[in-house]
């Protein structure tokens, strides 16, 4: 017979196994309520980025409609970005008090219900104001989605449920700019935005019936003391403000591409159809497969060497893109589109790996300068094309990636330097097992 102590260890080691497996009450992926989860936030993800992105392929014929510079046209989209971008971090804190599934429901509902409208809307001035109130009910959504995924699902189901998510992101905003192309081929723009919103309705009522009962959220309080608090922290924290200014340089040269390509393929040497224009965005789905590696190449290269290697292939892109070849230009998209969705996923993983505490916050901040990086480049981007044509857009485009290059090859020098003072330390006293763990 064993010893006492043993028979009890034994006992407690059980315990916890079927505590483990029997009373987690969160969501597995057998269960049939993490199906109906993924497939609702995979709903979401849809019509958000069908919303945000709708005017971004139709930006041609605004122009022609109202007489309007590609600059002024561009605000368009820039509002709807910059908006959202506000409002990330006041959405992520309604939610902590209000619940996430409210605040998802709620935006979702205004957003589309503005959509609606937008078709109508009597003049550019009024289109712009719609766009920034749309993007700024939208800001609830990504507010919400990750905190939800994270409180309602198990642990080791938690990426694939993320993936998911990010999934209805990139379809969404791939298929609002198709719909939008055809739609608006066939008829006008007008019907093309009125078809992303029928389009976006549907997305939202799946989201209404599939998304189950949140059962592990806990009400917090409404405290911006706290708030400010948190944010400063983060905002003062040299790693993190490298990784917000890195996404923010990164998605402004590919909001800067993707607003004015429309442009550049409706003129000469090209004088493409409307139609398929809109398709161009299926090189989308390139940046799925490369957002989907660059967990790989982190793990290869090191997260500093896996932006190297995302900044370069976005400048190759870039360049390739100035051809006036169609073949060149598609090619330079697909180096683009993969260059920036690999840079995207690992600084973005990065904020979380970084952030001890406030995660939720820094995630947030991130967003903000992410989606304000959008804004600015698709403005910046039509202004450069006015001024200068696409090879403007593509100068934009490289100083931006010169400021990617500038801020990484600066925090590898600050890396190498805390190696070295760690590996003095640890000389100094050889007992030192810890250290800076700053990458």
């Known amino acids: 017979m064993p010893p006492a102590s043993t028979k009890a260890s034994t006992t407690h080691v059980d315990a916890d196994a079927v505590v483990d497996i029997d009373t987690d009450s969160r969501l597995a992926p057998s269960a049939p309520g993490y199906r109906r989860m993924s497939f609702a936030l995979f709903a979401a993800g849809v019509a958000t980025f069908a919303l945000l992105y709708a005017t971004q392929a139709l930006l041609p014929l605004i122009s022609a409609d109202f007489g309007a510079s590609a600059s002024a046209a561009s605000w368009t989209v820039s509002a709807a970005t910059g908006a959202l971008a506000l409002f990330v971090l006041p959405m992520s804190a309604l939610s902590e008090r209000f619940g996430r599934s409210r605040m998802m429901t709620v935006s979702l509902t205004v957003a589309v219900a503005v959509g609606l409208l ?113 944010v400063r922290g983060h905002l003062a924290d040299p790693l993190l403000l490298r990784l917000y200014a890195i996404g923010a340089l990164f998605m402004t040269v590919f909001g800067a591409v993707y607003t004015v390509i429309g442009y550049r393929l409706v003129e000469a040497p090209f004088s493409l159809p409307q139609g398929v224009i809109g398709s161009v965005f299926l090189v989308y789905l390139v940046g799925t497969v490369s957002s989907a590696a660059a967990g790989k190449l982190v793990a290869r290269l090191g997260r500093r060497g896996a932006l190297y290697l995302a900044v370069s292939t976005t400048a190759a892109g870039l360049l390739l893109s100035v051809a006036d070849a169609l ?50 480049g698709g403005t910046l981007g039509a202004v450069a094309f006015h001024a200068g044509g696409w090879a403007g857009t593509v100068l934009l485009g490289l100083v931006a990636v010169l400021g990617v290059v500038s801020i990484t090859l600066y925090g590898t020098r600050v890396a190498r330097v805390e190696q070295r003072q760690l590996v003095a330390l640890r000389t100094s006293r050889p007992s030192l097992t810890g250290g800076v763990a700053r990458v």
């Open 327 to 376: 073949a060149a230009v598609l090619a330079g998209l697909v180096l683009i589109t993969a260059g920036f969705f690999a840079g995207h996923a690992v600084a973005s993983s990065s904020v979380s790996r970084t952030a001890k505490t406030g995660r939720a916050q820094a995630s947030a901040l991130y967003q903000s300068a992410y989606y304000l990086g959008s804004s600015v």
């Open 118 to 230: 937008v078709p109508f809307a009597p003049s550019l001035e009024w289109l712009v104001a719609l766009r920034a109130v749309q993007g700024a009910a939208l800001a609830g959504v990504p507010a919400s989605a990750m905190a939800f995924l994270a409180e309602e699902v198990r642990p080791k189901a938690l990426v694939g449920a993320i993936g998911l998510f990010v999934a209805g992101n990139s379809i969404g905003g791939m298929s609002g700019r198709i719909v939008t192309g055809w739609a608006a081929q066939l008829w006008d723009w007008r019907a093309a935005l009125a078809a992303v919103g029928l389009m976006s309705v549907v997305c939202v009522v799946v989201f209404w019936l599939m998304l189950p009962k949140a059962r592990h959220f806990t009400p917090g309080s409404l405290n911006p003391l706290a708030l400010a608090k948190t």
